[in-house]
T-cell receptor, first 114, second 114 residues
């Protein structure tokens, strides 16, 4: 099955700095890579996603890059703000017997200091 | 608008008891997923429904866990003879369509087995 590794487990930055979170996956058949933000005690919420036919996607201060050859993808947050502080999860999925089963990374706790 | 809802929000039970956790997906979403999230971990897949049928139950840890979705909408996760190791947050998510769609998570049920 799919295995997703996520690094770092904790990331501490100053407000205004950039933050980068990296994930690797093992199954070359994976073709959908979402990123979720989970604030303390809240539900995970999708912040950006990318499919395997695209190398990069941007949405305001957030961008995701995908390297299919190396099987890794990254989340980039620019001009970080204190409200960006949360746990971020990457995931990878693909078609497996007609179903869509995402495998999640273990999460990165991002702390943005004012 | 109405998102995914889960009840109860918290459940405390004693070892050996039976519990039921309920999920109400977004109206019209045909796919429904159950996950288990332990502290400091990403969501761990349990079971996936497409309509009324369990399309993939490979994540259920053992036969004490069972889930149903009799009318293709509300789903119930059932855990028999609970053990302390079952303590976790149980998340439900729904999505529209078959594969690769955004998943919308519920707030979760925090299960504590004493």
């Amino acid at each position: 099955g799919e295995n997703v590794e996520q690094h770092p487990s904790t990331l501490s930055v100053q407000e205004g700095d950039s933050a980068v979170i990296k994930c690797t996956y093992s199954d070359s058949a994976s073709n959908y890579f979402p990123w979720y933000k989970q604030e303390l005690g809240k539900r995970p919420q999708l912040i950006i996603d990318i499919r395997s036919n695209v190398g990069e996607k941007k949405d305001q201060r957030i961008a995701v890059t995908l390297n299919k050859t190396a099987k890794h993808f990254s989340l980039h947050i620019t001009e970080t703000q204190p409200e960006d502080s949360a746990v971020y999860f990457c995931a990878a999925s693909g078609a497996s017997g007609g179903s869509y089963i995402p495998t999640f990374g273990r999460g990165t706790s991002l702390i943005v200091h004012p | 608008g109405a998102g995914v809802s889960q009840t109860p929000s918290n459940k405390v039970t004693e070892k050996g008891k039976y519990v039921e956790l309920r999920c109400d997906p977004i109206s019209g979403h045909t796919a429904l997923y159950w996950y288990r999230q332990s502290l400091g971990q990403g969501p761990e897949f349990l079971i996936y429904f497409q309509g009324t049928g369990a399309a993939d139950d490979s994540g259920l840890p053992n036969d004490r866990f069972f889930a149903v979705r009799p009318e293709g909408s509300v789903s119930t996760l059932k855990i028999q003879r609970t053990e302390r190791g079952d303590s976790a947050v149980y998340l439900c998510a729904s999505s529209f369509g078959l594969a690769g769609g955004e998943q919308f998570f519920g707030p979760g049920t925090r299960l504590t087995v004493l």
